[in-house]
C-alpha cells in the first residue's frame, strides 16, 4: 500500500503597491508647490536682485510684487503641510529606514558610476539605489532650508534664534537663493532621469505593483 504523498506547502505571493495613493498625492502636490514657489519667488527677486541679474517676467509668477509674496506664501504652507504629512507617515511606518538607508560613500559611489556608464537598473521600482537615496534625502534637507530661510526673509524679527543660526538677514537672502538653486538641479536631473525610463511617471501617476 503506497504512502499518500505530503501536501507540499507552496509560498504564496501577493501585490503589493509601492507606489500607494497618499505617496502620489504627497508627490504631485508637492510638485505644485515648489514650482509655484520658484516662479513666483523669482519675481520677489525681480524686485530687490540679491545678484547682477533678474529672471525674466515671462517665467515668473504672480503678476506683481504683492500677488507673488501671496502665492509665494499660500506654496509655502502647502509645501509644509505635504512635507510634514510626507514625513509622518515615512518614519511611523518605518519606510524611511527602508527606502533610503542604508548609504554609504562606496554605495553612492558604485551606483553613481553605474548610472554614468548606463547600466544601473531600475527593474524594480520599490527599490531606490543609493544614488537615488542621497538625491531624496538631500531634497529632503534642501527644502527644510528654504522653508527655515524663508521663514527668516518673511518674519525675521518674529525668528530671532533661526536669524541668528543663518548669519543674519542678509546671509539668509544668500541662503535662500543658493538653497532654490540647487533644488532646481535636482528637480532638472530628475527630470532627465525620468525621460530616460519613462516608467516611473507612469508609476508616479497611476501606482506600481511589486510582489512581495
Given at each position: 500500500m503506497s504512502a499518500t504523498p505530503k501536501p507540499t506547502r507552496v509560498a504564496t505571493q501577493h501585490l503589493i503597491n509601492s507606489h500607494p495613493l497618499w505617496l502620489r498625492l504627497a508627490h504631485w502636490l508637492s510638485a505644485l508647490a515648489v514650482l509655484v514657489m520658484i516662479t513666483s519667488g523669482w519675481r520677489i527677486y525681480n524686485a530687490s536682485p540679491l545678484y547682477d541679474f533678474s529672471f525674466p517676467a515671462a517665467i515668473t509668477f504672480g503678476g506683481w510684487l504683492g500677488g507673488a509674496l501671496q502665492?509665494?506664501?499660500?506654496?509655502?504652507?502647502?509645501?509644509?503641510?505635504?512635507?510634514?504629512?510626507?514625513?509622518?507617515i515615512n518614519i511611523v511606518s518605518g519606510r524611511l529606514s527602508r527606502r533610503f538607508?542604508?548609504?554609504?560613500?562606496?554605495g553612492f559611489?558604485?551606483?553613481l558610476w553605474a548610472a554614468l556608464k548606463g547600466r544601473l537598473r531600475h527593474a524594480d521600482l520599490s527599490q531606490y539605489n543609493q544614488v537615488q537615496r542621497v538625491a531624496y534625502l538631500f531634497v529632503m534637507l534642501d527644502i527644510t532650508v528654504?522653508?527655515?530661510?524663508?521663514?527668516?526673509?518673511w518674519k525675521s524679527v518674529q525668528f530671532p534664534l533661526l536669524r541668528e543660526l543663518l548669519g543674519g538677514y542678509d546671509t539668509a537672502?544668500?541662503?535662500h537663493f543658493i538653497a532654490m538653486s540647487l533644488l532646481m538641479a535636482f528637480i532638472a536631473v530628475h527630470l532627465v532621469m525620468?525621460?530616460?525610463v519613462p516608467k516611473t511617471l507612469l508609476a508616479m501617476i497611476v501606482g506600481h505593483k511589486e510582489r512581495a
Open positions: 502665492w509665494h506664501f499660500a506654496a509655502m504652507w502647502m509645501l509644509v503641510i505635504v512635507g510634514l504629512f510626507y514625513m509622518i538607508f542604508p548609504v554609504s560613500p562606496k559611489l558604485h551606483d528654504l522653508v527655515i530661510s524663508g521663514l527668516v526673509l537672502r544668500h541662503v525620468v525621460a530616460l
